[in-house]
């Protein structure tokens, strides 16, 4: 009889340790998948709210320096939130442009890149003749300049 008691006990506590090792994995899992759907959301939030336009005019001319070797574009944020300036990403002629290899400034008073403002982005690469193009994104919004150089 003290067999079985102490059997049935130990397979109760198993019961209730399996029991309870499952519902804190649903907790977990379910904390998990909230904070990813979260995060989602701010990401799609930022998409929506960023958009810019890179406003050269390819035809000046003036976009391509032949003796200093450095490409100057001008975005605009014209979406509806400030942005920041290091998350610029630029991919020149289909090659990713690192940080290190740009500058940029904003051309207003202040470092804000706030909505209406440009910004001012220069790539140090030199350019053969010909057509080239500069692509930037930023939190998913996209735009592109088809320009010449030389």
Known sequence: ?????????????????????????IVTQSSLFAQSTADEADRTVATIDAEVDVINDPASGATYDDTDGKVTLYVKNIGGETLEPAA???VLDGTYVESSARSTRVLTSGDEWRV??????????SLAAGEHRALVTIHGAR????FDAG
């Open 1 to 25: 009889m003290v067999r079985a008691a102490v059997a049935q006990t130990l397979l109760f506590i198993a019961a209730v340790s399996a029991a309870a090792m499952f519902a804190g994995t």
């Open 143 to 146: 735009d592109q300049l088809v």
């Open 88 to 90: 610029l990403e630029v």
């Open 116 to 125: 209406g403002t440009v910004l001012e982005v220069t790539v140090d690469r």
